[in-house]
């Protein structure tokens, strides 16, 4: 039934507001289906076709309750035309893609805040849970659902509708777009919880989207970047896990299993939009990507160039993650201690309180400095935070490096040795 739910849920959303024009009896349609599910199959067990049955049970409750409706009459005929009967092997729902498009820009309406727009499209539209999206966020569960609430008052009152705006708005909400599309890519990219690292179905997903945005807006060097940016992230999902599922570390990848046609898509995307001259975050994140693209081998990476890029990436989108992620190429180029001490400025800022990554960083730092009791201790505190398995499995084994009974003997590194197998973010793209 959980399988169901997080498969179903958002395309079952999706469809059903496609029909009804109404994003809260939708909503409240596909719960009671779900709803009468859990009782349904407990009696008769779970169809072969579970999504049909469900789709089903939302859309006849969604037409009983329309019909319930005298004003809604009109809509009623229009929607009992429109719906397919009952098959075990029912006709593919109608260019869901394009649906979900239309959801995305629909919820991300200039009515409400961009927080707001960001966090009702992940939950509605892309179906990640709270804690998914609270995590992605960077903000208190708490603060999350008071903030759901009121963009669905929002969504209400202004009657808004399932469709795209028109063109000479869609500029305006590209920039929720492009971060809702990049955050369900992250999710994917790096799941926040549960056994395994990757969700790749997620990925597949902000992809297909970002290209169809990228075709309602060719000549948008953000939305070609964010393209680029998540085709160079995800040709090296190959090489990011081994056969266990846990992360293999960006200087231990197998570069030949990196997808070398992503690659080339993604690196001439970029090229076409930085000869726009107009740079932006997504465009330089994807340069950062391009850089280690570039490098035959983790030895020959440029990392002085991209610390440099991340300067320029933290002065036009100066998030908590960035800074992390600059710590760490900081500390590549020019050793650990100048790493450190940009962690330190990150921590004291308090933004990414409780994120495993954090000190996860710190640890590695300190290892390659042979400062290993507090390596130790930091490892632990990340162990503490982590929610994802093969990454508590990941952190375990460098636990185990640093603690173990020979441990307190051993010298700091070299730096140039000591850029071997750090714990680099980059397993959560930077937000």
């Known amino acids: 039934m959980a399988g169901a739910f997080r498969h179903d849920h958002h395309q079952l959303v999706g469809s059903l507001v496609e029909f009804t024009r109404d994003r809260d009896l939708a909503e409240e349609c596909v719960q009671e289906a779900f709803a009468a599910a859990v009782e349904h199959w407990r009696r008769a067990g779970v169809p072969r076709r579970p999504g049909a049955w469900l789709t089903t049970v939302a859309r006849n409750r969604a037409v009983d309750r329309l019909r319930q409706e005298r004003t809604r009459a009109v809509r009623l005929r229009e929607l009992a035309a429109a719906l397919p009967g009952y098959d075990e092997e029912p006709a593919p729902p109608p260019a869901v893609g394009d649906a979900q498009l239309r959801l995305v ?61 028109p063109p000479a708005e869609l500029p305006a909400r590209a920039t929720a777009v492009r971060t809702v599309l990049y955050l369900l890519f992250t999710e994917g990219y790096a799941a926040t919880a549960g056994a395994d690292l990757l969700r790749p179905a997620l990925c597949a997903e902000a992809l297909r989207l970002g290209r169809l945005l990228l075709r309602l807006l060719p000549d948008d060097p953000e939305s070609a970047g964010l393209v680029a940016l998540m085709l160079l992230h995800d040709a090296r999902r190959p090489a990011r896990v081994d056969h266990r599922g846990d992360p293999v570390p960006l200087e231990r990848q197998d570069r030949t299993r990196w997808d070398r046609a992503r690659i080339a898509e993604g690196v001439g995307l970029l090229a076409g939009a930085l000869r726009r001259g107009r740079p932006g975050p997504y465009q330089i994140q994807a340069a950062i990507l391009a850089c280690h693209a570039a490098a035959p081998d983790a030895a020959a990476t440029d990392w002085a160039q991209i610390a440099g890029l991340y300067a320029e990436l933290a002065a036009v989108a100066p998030t908590p993650m960035v800074r992390l992620n600059r710590a760490v190429a900081v500390g590549m180029a020019y050793g650990p201690q100048r790493g450190l001490a940009l962690v330190a400025q990150v921590e004291r800022a308090g933004e990414l309180a409780g994120h495993h990554l954090v000190p996860a960083v710190r640890a590695d730092l300190l290892r390659r400095l042979g400062r290993r009791g507090e390596a130790a201790a930091a490892y632990r505190r990340a162990l503490e935070l982590v929610g994802n398995e093969a990454e508590r499995r990941y952190l375990r084994g460098r636990l185990a490096e640093v603690d173990g009974p020979a441990a307190g003997g051993i010298p700091a590194v070299r730096h140039d040795e000591s850029r071997k197998n750090v714990y680099f973010p980059e397993s959560r793209p930077s937000v």
Do not use: K
């Open 105 to 165: 820009f629909t919820c991300c309406h200039p009515a409400l805040t961009l927080p707001s727009q960001v966090a009702l499209t992940l939950r509605t539209v892309v179906g990640l849970g709270p804690g998914e999206i609270a995590r992605a966020l960077l903000v208190p569960p708490g603060t999350l659902a008071q903030r759901l609430v009121r963009a669905r008052r929002t969504v209400r009152a202004a009657g808004l509708r399932c469709e795209l705006p």
